[in-house]
């Protein structure tokens, strides 16, 4: 071992393989994750955690194996990647054997493959890098990450509004900044689609934690002082507070409840688009179970769309198992099904994604209740056949539909098989994840035909 490693595998690794939420952001950043570390105590007031008897303070480095789990104190000398300089267009496919070898495969993986392969990807940055990898468009642009930073405040507004005035104004200083990021990512990603999903989370997600604004306004009060804007923000906290929130106001209902918030995000994809030479826009609807919401926001979108000379699709995620099993009434007011795998996953399942995989799947994966994490892999029997219904019934209601998915499934190697199969058009991952979908889609289409002539 180098020194001042932390033997810290076992501890630092994920227990019974489990992936969280937070490994799929980190792998969309193409960051290094380690997941399950139960045993490490994390003082955030100090700065510091402890771990195996090592305390590892705000500003030490560290080397972290996601692989392995592995977790060392200090820097670890690393070379860079050839095939990810190769992807990156550094490296000459040539100029390596390895890499020849990778651009070998790939290139047959996609003379053969069925499915085309689009990227999850929020800004300029991560979509020009996905194309360079290979990408053929955006299958999800989540503009939720567009609210955070220093637009939170925009968006403190726009909740804290009390009439349709400050609504309206809030809104019309979030519409320019939506503009921009749209238009970039339509450069990106110029004569290929973009799927762009409207506004998903509920909106308390972007104000300050309840338990905390109580301490602060608590605190300001005892003292004599004027919380001023805290007091505001906490009442819209708690007034806005459910018990589920991921079953709660979000998505459809979010545009549905609050006047205008959809309609601005459409007015920017369509104002950036018309500015774009080849841009090629779709909206998403997320969180639709009824074809009476999908209308009510399609009719919405195709009024502002009208004003411009720009051809959108307007589809919509099936993400509820309700949308599933209704998909051939959906089907006719969508130009396109978009499967939220993830969401499907958790509701199918009833389990929360964000709390179950540490409370119990390792004892679930240890019993053999289930051989990997529905949410690491498909589960075929169920949600899956929840998303062939959803084909089948859709395809049958509008042969015209296309059909792609956006959850994390879509870079996983056993569940692309299982999208070629039921016959969806593309699959959807992170950057990083995108070779690995263009060689499991070409595989797949291989394996369908039972051989290959070459």
């Given at each position: 071992d180098l020194p001042g490693m932390i033997a810290a595998q076992g501890i630092l690794t994920s227990r019974g393989g489990k992936t969280s939420h937070a490994a799929v952001v980190a792998r969309g950043m193409g960051k290094t994750c380690v997941c399950g570390a139960d045993e490490l105590d994390v003082n955030v007031h100090k700065g510091q955690f402890n771990v195996n008897g090592h305390v590892v303070s705000e500003g030490d480095?560290?080397?972290?194996?996601?692989?392995?789990?592995?977790?060392?104190?200090?820097?670890?000398?690393?070379?860079?990647?050839?095939?990810?300089?190769?992807?990156?267009?550094?490296?000459?496919?040539?100029?390596?054997?390895?890499?020849?070898?990778?651009?070998?495969?790939?290139?047959?993986?996609?003379?053969?493959?069925?499915?085309?392969?689009?990227?999850?990807?929020?800004?300029?940055?991560?979509?020009?890098?996905?194309?360079?990898?290979?990408?053929?468009?955006?299958?999800?642009?989540?503009?939720?990450?567009?609210?955070?930073?220093?637009?939170?405040?925009?968006?403190?507004?726009?909740?804290?509004?009390?009439?349709?005035?400050?609504r309206d104004?809030?809104?019309?200083?979030?519409?320019?900044?939506?503009?921009?990021?749209?238009?970039?990512?339509?450069?990106?990603?110029?004569?290929?689609?973009?799927?762009?999903?409207?506004?998903?989370?509920?909106?308390?997600?972007?104000?300050?934690?309840?338990?905390?604004?109580?301490?602060?306004?608590?605190?300001?009060?005892?003292?004599?002082?004027?919380?001023?804007?805290?007091?505001?923000?906490?009442?819209?906290?708690?007034?806005?507070?459910?018990?589920?929130?991921?079953?709660?106001?979000?998505?459809?209902?979010?545009?549905?409840?609050?006047?205008?918030?959809?309609?601005?995000?459409?007015?920017?994809?369509?104002?950036?688009?018309?500015?774009?030479?080849?841009?090629?826009p779709e909206i998403m609807v997320p969180l639709v179970g009824a074809v009476q919401e999908l209308e009510t926001i399609r009719a919405e979108a195709e009024k502002i769309i009208g004003e411009f000379d720009v051809d959108v699709k307007i589809g919509t995620m099936i993400e509820v198992p309700r949308a599933a099993?209704?998909?051939?009434?959906?089907?006719q007011a969508a130009d396109f099904f978009s499967f939220g795998t993830n969401d499907l996953t958790q509701m199918g399942w009833g389990f929360s994604r964000d709390d179950v995989e540490g409370a119990f799947f390792w004892r679930y994966l240890e019993l053999g209740i289930f051989g990997v994490s529905p949410f690491e892999s498909i589960d075929r029997d169920g949600v899956g056949r929840l998303v062939r219904i959803a084909v089948d019934e859709g395809r049958a209601a509008r042969p015209e539909l296309h059909f792609g998915v956006c959850g994390e499934h879509g870079g996983d190697p056993d569940s692309v098989h299982f999208f070629h199969e039921v016959g969806l058009d593309y699959v959807s991952c992170s950057p990083f994840r995108v070779p690995v979908a263009r060689l499991e889609a070409g595989r797949a289409a291989i394996e369908s035909t039972g051989s290959d002539s070459r």
């Amino acid at each position: 071992d180098l020194p001042g490693m932390i033997a810290a595998q076992g501890i630092l690794t994920s227990r019974g393989g489990k992936t969280s939420h937070a490994a799929v952001v980190a792998r969309g950043m193409g960051k290094t994750c380690v997941c399950g570390a139960d045993e490490l105590d994390v003082n955030v007031h100090k700065g510091q955690f402890n771990v195996n008897g090592h305390v590892v303070s705000e500003g030490d480095v560290i080397s972290i194996d996601g692989t392995t789990g592995r977790v060392y104190l200090g820097e670890v000398p690393v070379q860079p990647s050839p095939v990810v300089q190769y992807f990156e267009g550094t490296l000459d496919p040539q100029a390596d054997p390895l890499v020849s070898a990778v651009h070998r495969i790939l290139t047959h993986a996609d003379e053969r493959r069925r499915l085309r392969v689009r990227t999850n990807a929020d800004t300029g940055e991560d979509a020009a890098r996905a194309r360079r990898f290979g990408a053929q468009g955006i299958g999800l642009c989540r503009t939720e990450h567009m609210f955070l930073g220093e637009r939170r405040a925009l968006v403190e507004r726009l909740i804290l509004a009390r009439t349709a005035e400050q609504r309206d104004a809030a809104l019309a200083e979030l519409l320019p900044l939506q503009r921009a990021d749209f238009t970039e990512l339509f450069r990106a990603m110029a004569g290929l689609p973009v799927t762009v999903r409207l506004i998903d989370p509920p909106l308390h997600e972007f104000l300050p934690p309840l338990e905390d604004l109580a301490v602060k306004v608590a605190v300001a009060e005892e003292r004599g002082e004027d919380p001023g804007r805290d007091k505001d923000l906490l009442d819209a906290v708690r007034r806005m507070h459910e018990e589920n929130p991921m079953l709660g106001l979000r998505g459809v209902r979010l545009g549905l409840v609050i006047p205008g918030l959809f309609a601005m995000q459409v007015r920017a994809i369509v104002e950036a688009a018309a500015a774009v030479p080849g841009a090629q826009p779709e909206i998403m609807v997320p969180l639709v179970g009824a074809v009476q919401e999908l209308e009510t926001i399609r009719a919405e979108a195709e009024k502002i769309i009208g004003e411009f000379d720009v051809d959108v699709k307007i589809g919509t995620m099936i993400e509820v198992p309700r949308a599933a099993l209704t998909a051939g009434d959906i089907a006719q007011a969508a130009d396109f099904f978009s499967f939220g795998t993830n969401d499907l996953t958790q509701m199918g399942w009833g389990f929360s994604r964000d709390d179950v995989e540490g409370a119990f799947f390792w004892r679930y994966l240890e019993l053999g209740i289930f051989g990997v994490s529905p949410f690491e892999s498909i589960d075929r029997d169920g949600v899956g056949r929840l998303v062939r219904i959803a084909v089948d019934e859709g395809r049958a209601a509008r042969p015209e539909l296309h059909f792609g998915v956006c959850g994390e499934h879509g870079g996983d190697p056993d569940s692309v098989h299982f999208f070629h199969e039921v016959g969806l058009d593309y699959v959807s991952c992170s950057p990083f994840r995108v070779p690995v979908a263009r060689l499991e889609a070409g595989r797949a289409a291989i394996e369908s035909t039972g051989s290959d002539s070459r």
